[in-house]
């Protein structure tokens, strides 16, 4: 089993920037990446961006340029960096993670957090 627990979030103007932060705990040997998903009201839930346990990254179109996700392996702990936010990037950000390195079908979630962005 692995928990996950986030931070950071809020409410933002357009062009601002903010920190979302996932720390994971729990059984973790088998973990091949972490990452984020977001999910707007009336959207499906998307792929925002993840990381591997190499440190490889990958990011959505939409946010390429302007969030950035690293990690702390000591911590288990990951931070997206998202600067030069727009309006289209409100939505419930979730933290992820699984055993399949491209996240695409996560096993784990975090319980989410409110991302709002105002023009």
């Known amino acids: 089993q692995v928990h996950l627990v986030e931070s950071g979030g809020g409410s933002v103007q357009a062009g601002g920037s903010l920190r979302l932060s996932c720390t994971a705990s729990?059984?973790?040997?088998?973990?091949?990446?972490l990452g984020w998903y977001r999910q707007a009201p009336g959207n499906e839930r998307e792929q925002v961006a993840t990381?591997?346990?190499?440190?490889?990254?990958n990011y959505a179109d939409s946010v390429k340029g302007r969030f950035t996700l690293a990690r702390d392996n000591l911590k288990n702990t990951i931070l997206l960096q998202m600067n030069n936010l727009k309006p289209v990037d409100t939505a419930v950000y979730y933290c992820a993670t699984g055993r399949v390195a491209d996240l695409s079908q996560p096993n784990y979630w975090g319980q989410g957090t409110q991302v709002t962005v105002s023009s």
């Open positions: 990381i591997d346990r190499h440190g490889n990254t």
């Open positions: 729990g059984v973790l040997f088998n973990i091949a990446a």
